[in-house]
């Protein structure tokens, strides 16, 4: 246990719907970070936060997901009109400092499928 | 092609054996994680490198800033040390990782 969660750790959902996924990081980390990962492959930068700023996004990262970080605490990732191209593993990760070499500490990952 | 290119894909060893992991990457990079990752999702942090060599139990990491390669070994090789073990790289001050694929690794006994 990284001390970085996840919720939920399992989501099946129809295509169409809408889905949000939460993650709590270390309490004292300032950056989040989110990947995706599928399956046989290694995971793909998604979008990151220092503190409630959102300072990067992926052209992986349609208008159909959002990501917030409001108080700088916990994070919330959501697709909305969710494909089945959106079947995955979403991880969440974060770390204390302002450099580049900063530990990230990853969460178990939400496994969503889209029927 | 990748930025991040790990070989081999997949590696079965006897236990025992002397096991290494290659990772080559074509950007500049600022910092270089070794990770292993358990079926079910969990990522763990094994080494972060910029230069030299970094030694941890049974596991040694090595990085070539000029040649743009690092390699992961793993010394008398045990059945738990079955995971995919990834290769990830920092870009210059951003601070996001990009990964490699993944290389399997399973350990018979």
């Known amino acids: 246990d990284t001390g970085v969660s996840q919720d939920p750790r399992h989501k099946i959902t129809k295509r169409g719907q809408n889905v949000t996924f939460r993650c709590d990081p270390i309490s004292e980390h300032n950056r989040l970070y989110w990947y995706r990962q599928t399956l046989g492959q290694g995971p793909e930068f998604l979008t990151y936060f220092q503190n409630e700023a959102q300072l990067e996004k992926s052209r992986l990262l349609s208008d159909r997901f959002s990501a917030e970080r409001p108080k700088g605490s916990f994070s919330t990732l959501e697709i909305q009109r969710t494909e089945q191209g959106d079947s995955a593993m979403y991880l969440c990760a974060s770390s204390f400092g302002a450099g580049s070499g900063d530990t990230q500490y990853f969460g178990p990952g939400t496994r969503l499928t889209v029927l | 092609k990748n930025e991040v290119e790990q070989s081999p894909q997949n590696l079965t060893a006897q236990e025992g054996e002397f096991i290494t992991i290659n990772c080559s990457y074509s950007?500049?990079?600022?910092?270089l994680h070794w990770m292993q990752q358990h079926p079910g999702g969990g990522i763990v942090s094994l080494f972060m490198?910029?230069?030299g060599k970094k030694k941890h139990g049974r596991l040694i990491a090595t990085i070539n800033i000029q040649e743009k390669h690092s390699s992961l070994h793993i010394t008398a090789s045990h059945p738990r040390d079955s995971a995919v073990y990834i290769c990830a790289v920092i870009r210059g001050s951003q601070g996001n990782l990009i990964f490699g694929k993944g290389t399997k690794l399973s350990v018979k006994p």
């Open positions: 950007v500049g990079i600022s910092a």
């Open positions: 490198l910029s230069s």
